[in-house]
């Protein structure tokens, strides 16, 4: 495989010119027009009879599945905009496509519009396409290729051949008909072109990845925000854009969650990978299947995160003097809060100590008491400044329950958040484009790495040891950590937080080499079921270690600092470990802050 940087995920027009309407084959062009919008050439940019036609249609049939957009307004929704369905989304469309009509001729439209087309697979623009399905210039293409292709914009996930070669036929068929109904073709060349035997060649060049669709997304999506990337960037004549995709860490996460979800559940999923040294973007996955769902949640989906939300408490925590042996009672407890409320936080199935537990031990068991006192000892405020200075522009409410992850944010922001304890306290941001060239070879942008620490490193590495306790046996004692099953299968190690709300599941963990965050769910915020809850940690133990499999078990995880020093405790009250305990542990703290025997928490553990 090649280094991420010296691949070119997304070329608009390979390095070819672009191709003049006049050096295509008249049957893509005339395939395209009776499929796509056959007034093109009466109309101003909207087809205001198939608009009434569709309308009708979806009204009576009691769905919105028939659409009435023209070919000018498709290019417009290509060249400037992104694809939600909200009214500003498609008053913005109205808009370009008005402009388009007044500025350009209906050639210079249609030709636009066939040069950057998606066609799937990556193919964006006619010629692309051609050259990738059957390897020929599309000035070649006779008129079984052409139908073919012209199919294929609708719905590139659902109609290549490579994908479903009996979908891609039905479709070529439907576009056939469509040429013969408007006696552009005989009856007898329809015939003929629908039974000619097509070979095509992309399948020989790259196994086909569907999933890589909704990495696409996110770097179409990041193209539009790229200040020196003109909007209408069609008009250079075709665009290399690198990113930090790696296409075996994609191709292993794709057949991980089809392995990993039932066939028939309706759960859904997002997934991304990410380097957390720079933030880039190495696979991601915004559903379990693009043809299923188009839709991506990694992108422009926010849940409730659960206790996720925790880290960022604890290292606010260890800034204020905590240590991974500060103490707090597990119990039933009913916090009073201002103007006579009160609040009062359960933990999973209802599990207490009743007695001193350590901050390591409450992040084994996600204890949601402890968590709380926190919360409130530090101030309600402190966690929402602490998500802020990691990178979470989310807007989070100053509420008790905040810790617990009652509030929604994006997997992309989390995955940010949780990067800057990955590369030990510098902000990241996530991105997928390392460098974006024009057909000339002109480097119109290329990423600047810059670090700015917000974060102290010998704290973080000391938060980051803890997060090893969700999978330590050694913090078996009344309750078992919550990854407790990974124990046996991880093969490096790893910091990892869970996260559960009634219809959310989050895994998120990372060592120096990479981080991924999952988020698993129902689109519809059902409640999930027990057995929906081993998904995620499934998706994350597997992505992760099979990304290091060649990597030696300790070269993924870090050195500790000249200021930290470690010393063995009773791992569950976090006391300095005495000839009769059974249960020890080395635990790392700040030089000078480590657990002593005489410290009065300690003598109020034992009162307790």
Not at 3 to 31: K, T
Not at 294 to 312: C, D, E, F, H, I
Not at 449 to 459: A, C, G, I, M, T
């Amino acid at each position: 495989m090649l280094d991420a940087e010296d691949q070119v995920f997304f070329n608009g027009s390979d390095n070819q010119e672009w191709i003049p309407l006049s050096d295509m084959s008249p049957y893509i062009i005339n395939a395209t027009i009776y499929t796509e919008d056959k007034h093109f050439y009466q109309h101003f940019g909207f087809d205001f009879l198939r608009i009434g036609k569709a309308f009708l249609n979806n009204l009576t049939t009691n769905n919105h599945s028939q659409g009435a957009s023209t070919i000018t307004q498709q290019y417009a929704k290509n060249l400037f905009l992104d694809f939600d369905r909200t009214w500003k989304r498609k008053w913005e469309e109205a808009l370009y496509t008005m402009r388009i009509e007044a500025n350009y001729t209906k050639d210079e439209i249609l030709e636009g519009y066939l040069n950057t087309i998606n066609y799937g697979h990556g193919q964006y623009g006619i010629e692309n396409a051609s050259q990738y399905y059957f390897h020929k210039s599309c000035k070649e293409l006779d008129l079984a290729e052409a139908s073919l292709l012209a199919g294929l914009p609708k719905a590139p996930g659902n109609y290549s051949p490579f994908i479903d070669e009996e979908a891609a036929k039905k479709r070529q068929k439907i576009v056939l008909n469509q040429l013969e109904k408007n006696g552009i073709i005989s009856k007898q060349e329809k015939k003929k072109a629908y039974q000619e035997g097509l070979v095509f060649v992309g399948e020989e060049q790259e196994e086909v990845l569907t999933s890589i669709n909704y990495y696409q997304d996110a770097v179409m999506e990041e193209l539009k925000e790229l200040p020196s990337i003109p909007t209408d960037y069609s008009k250079l004549g075709g665009l290399k854009i690198y990113t930090s995709f790696h296409y075996d860490l994609q191709k292993n996460l794709e057949d991980i969650i089809k392995d990993t979800f039932p066939e028939e559940s309706s759960l859904q999923t997002a997934v991304v990978v990410m380097d957390p040294n720079d933030g880039g973007i190495m696979a991601l996955m915004g559903g379990r299947n693009y043809q299923s769902s188009s839709y991506n949640r990694a992108l422009y989906s926010k849940r409730q995160v659960g206790s996720t939300m925790k880290p960022y408490l604890y290292y606010a925590a260890l800034e204020n003097g905590f240590t991974p042996s500060t103490a707090f009672i597990s119990e039933r407890t009913t916090f009073p809060l201002e103007k006579g409320k009160t609040y009062s936080p359960h933990n999973y199935n209802d599990v207490y100590g009743d007695k001193a537990i350590s901050m390591a031990t409450a992040i084994a068991y996600s204890d949601n008491i402890y968590a709380v006192k926190t919360h409130l000892f530090l101030g309600t405020d402190t966690l929402i400044q602490m998500a802020k200075r990691v990178g979470i522009e989310e807007e989070l409410d100053e509420v008790p329950s905040l810790p617990l992850g009652t509030s929604e944010i994006n997997i992309i922001s989390m995955a940010e958040g949780y990067s800057t304890f990955a590369n030990l306290g510098y902000k990241v941001d996530g991105h997928t484009i390392r460098k974006v060239v024009d057909k000339d070879g002109h480097v119109l942008y290329e990423r600047k790495e810059s670090k700015d620490y917000v974060l102290n490193p010998s704290l973080v590495y000391i938060l980051n040891q803890m997060l090893t306790a969700p999978y330590d046996p050694a913090y078996i004692d009344y309750n078992y950590p919550t990854a407790i099953s990974l124990s046996g299968k991880l093969k490096h190690t790893y910091a990892l937080k869970s996260g559960t709300t009634s219809g959310d599941n989050w895994n998120i963990g990372f060592n120096k080499d990479v981080l991924c965050a999952v988020w698993v769910g129902y689109d519809d915020n059902q409640e999930l079921v027990k057995s929906d809850y081993k998904y995620a940690q499934n998706i994350w133990y597997r992505t992760v270690e099979g990304y290091e499999e060649n990597v030696d078990e300790q070269d993924g995880w870090y050195e500790k600092p000249n200021n930290v020093v470690g010393v063995l405790v009773e791992p569950i009250s976090g006391r300095p470990a005495s000839d009769q305990d059974q249960n020890i542990k080395l635990m790392y703290y700040l030089k000078g802050s480590e657990p002593r025997g005489d410290e009065p928490v300690f003598d109020e553990i034992e009162k307790n």
